[in-house]
């Protein structure tokens, strides 16, 4: 959705979030009380959120991870290009 203000462009983006009942009866409530648009108040929410540090910079930390790797390659008769037929393999051979 584009908004024209005063010339210049403002890029906006519509999306759909769930959330329990009562948080949205919550926050309609608060938005009213401090007379202000939904929108904005879950827009001040998140920029919030986002601008704390700590968590965030957890979340988006790195984890090692460690290849496990064998010599010899696929077993005969199996294809990995087949999902299906691969999960049956490997249930035969548990």
Do not use: C, S
Not at 67 to 81: E, F, I, K, S
């Amino acid at each position: 959705m584009t908004i024209h203000e005063y010339g210049n462009m403002v890029f906006h983006m519509k999306t759909t979030v769930d959330i329990p009942d009562e948080l949205f009866i919550a926050a309609k409530k608060r938005a009213a009380e401090l007379r202000q648009p939904l929108r904005t108040l879950i827009e001040r929410g998140l920029r919030a959120e986002l601008a704390r540090p700590g968590k965030a910079a957890a979340a988006t930390r790195r984890t090692k991870l460690t290849w496990v790797t064998v010599d010899g390659g696929l077993p005969a008769g199996v294809d990995v290009g087949d999902r299906a037929a691969m999960h049956d393999w490997l249930t035969r051979h548990r």
